[in-house]
């Protein structure tokens, strides 16, 4: 069994800065690549950002140049500069292994003036 749990998630102001961080424990012998997904109210879970074993990153248009996603063994970063209101959702981790995908439980990231 994988768990993930997430940190870091709260209420900011519009232009602040937040860091979620998610740490995988447990059946883990190899982790593939390791994900930020937010869904907001009445729409569908998204990417926000993605990491590969190789260091390799992709994000969605709309967090380019404002997140930044990284790793350390068994925890993943978000780090958000510049946060929008239309940053506000809930922010699930994700980990893929050898034995499948993980999500942690969600992390709550309210941006509002």
């Known amino acids: 069994q994988v768990q993930l749990v997430e940190s870091g998630g709260g209420l900011v102001q519009p232009g602040e800065s937040l860091r979620l961080s998610c740490a995988a424990s447990g059946s883990i012998f190899s982790i593939h690549a390791m994900g930020w997904y937010r869904q907001a109210p009445g729409n569908q879970r998204g990417l926000v950002a993605t990491?590969?074993?190789?260091?390799g990153t992709d994000y969605a248009d709309s967090v380019k140049g404002r997140f930044t996603i990284s790793r350390e063994r068994n925890t993943v970063y978000l780090q958000m500069n510049s946060l929008r209101p239309e940053d506000t959702a809930v922010y699930f981790c994700?980990?893929?292994?050898?034995?499948?995908?993980?999500w942690g439980q969600g992390s709550q990231v309210t941006v509002s003036s």
């Open positions: 994700n980990v893929i292994v050898g034995t499948g995908s993980y």
């Open positions: 990491i590969s074993i190789g260091g």
